[in-house]
């Protein structure tokens, strides 16, 4: 799980001198150029104007700006008109443009993932009147980048004041959580200039249809561990990794995102997979064919733990692997995340306030020792109850101090509670993963010097080290 999880986990970071978290911004620029005017057009239109926020959320009104911004005029509307989605099962999308005095019409449309809208999700099919452009302007395919569908020639309606064009739609061939569709349009007054036109814009989500993309044969359990340790202990709330086969078709991995959350929660089904822990529901993180990372419900009972996993969960035709058995749940189960995602050597690391790692160059790109002195951040699993509790799946709202106390030692040296200045959930990632901002003792020796965390008599793994260079 080790990285992979750091990955998952972390999907917003808010910059704090306490909790010393560096965010990891993906910058999305908006298309440059000059505008030109839709009813110009006897091809494709320029791509980038659908007010999809991952293209800067500009729309049409860019240059067609009589009224304002889009939707600024309330005489017209444009709708969406669409339903859920069946993996790789075609579907025609119906664009509905009205305004009562237009007799001219266009539009642009995409379709992005909630969870990486940087992408294309699915692709469209040109027609006689639909042209499909790539982000770089080129026709389709895109192979990737997300695609833009819009109007190649302008129709005439006369007075019936709407217009509705059909786009086919292609949904992608897996199951990728929900999808939503942007669309900006231009009602026009048919005087070839882009004057007295009005621009509307809208969106539409859409889930994958029920009972649709699950075909997955069995599951089948081979092992469940600690998902930082990759040892058999685990405490509520604590990460799990579970091995086996059968989870996804073949070449298919969902990472639990944005468009998956439920009220700023983990998923509890991902990929049509559910996973039960003494028959409660636990917040999904990642999967493949092979592996699925959860993070455990709050279990208070003792004793061994009962495992199921579910394919085509919730529906009628579920398929439910063997019942696992795994060992007694412990209060706490104290781990560090490492970068091999073994469970040993190099832990999980960063200098605070930053995203540069502590590591080796060797061990990851960019990566540099600490120095003494320094003050950098630890990640780990399963330290116990928060103050305040951040129920198993939610994303923490922000500063989350673990309960019980907490004794760091780096090199054999125990730190002054001084030198922990936070240990804690780490902000804005599932309430699993943990965080350490420490600083290094002035006494901390060259090369990879051990590090320990120990919480209510419970101590994280051995062989796991920082990289120290006076």
Known sequence: MGRKLLSE??????????????????????????????????????????????????????CHNT?????????????????????GVQQTLKVIVKHPTATRWGFQLTARSMNDPALAAGNFAAADNIAVVCQSGLPAPCNGPPEFAGHILTPTTGATGSYEFDVVWNPPTSEVGRIVFYVSAVAADGNMLPTNDRVYAASATVSLAAGAGCSLARPALRTAQNGASFLASFSPGSMLTIFGSGFQSSGHTRTAGPGDYVGNTFPTVLGCVSVL????????????????????????????????????AGKATEIRSDLATLPDVQPYAPAFFTFNGMGTGSIAAQFAGTAIPVANASVVAGGRAAKPG??????????????????????????????APVTVSIGGVT????????????????????????????????????????????????????????
């Open 277 to 312: 822990l003494n028959g409660q529901l636990a917040p999904v993180t990642y999967l493949n064919p092979t592996q699925i990372n959860v993070q455990a419900p709050n279990l208070t009972a003792t004793g061994p733990v009962s495992l199921v996993v579910v394919a085509n």
């Open 374 to 403: 320094d003050i950098i951040t630890l990640y780990g699993a399963g330290f116990g109850s928060t103050t305040p509790v951040v129920a198993a799946g939610a994303l923490d709202p922000g500063i989350s101090n673990v309960a």
């Open 67 to 87: 009224y304002g911004a889009a939707n600024s005029d309330s005489t017209g509307s444009v709708s969406i008109v669409t339903g859920d989605y069946s993996p």
């Open 415 to 470: 730190l002054a509670s001084s030198d922990v200045l936070y240990a804690g959930l780490s902000p804005g990632s599932i309430s699993g993963l943990y965080q350490f901002n420490v600083r290094v003792p002035m006494s901390a020796s060259n090369g990879d010097v051990p590090v320990s965390i120990q919480v209510g008599g419970y101590t994280t793994q051995n062989n796991v080290t920082i990289p120290v260079q006076q």
């Open 9 to 62: 986990t972390r999907k917003t970071e808010r910059t704090s001198r306490r909790r010393g978290n560096a965010p990891f911004a993906l910058l999305i620029g908006a298309f440059a150029g000059v505008p030109l005017l839709l009813l110009a057009f006897s091809g494709a239109t320029p791509p980038g104007y659908t007010g999809a926020p991952a293209d800067g959320s500009v729309t049409c009104a860019s």
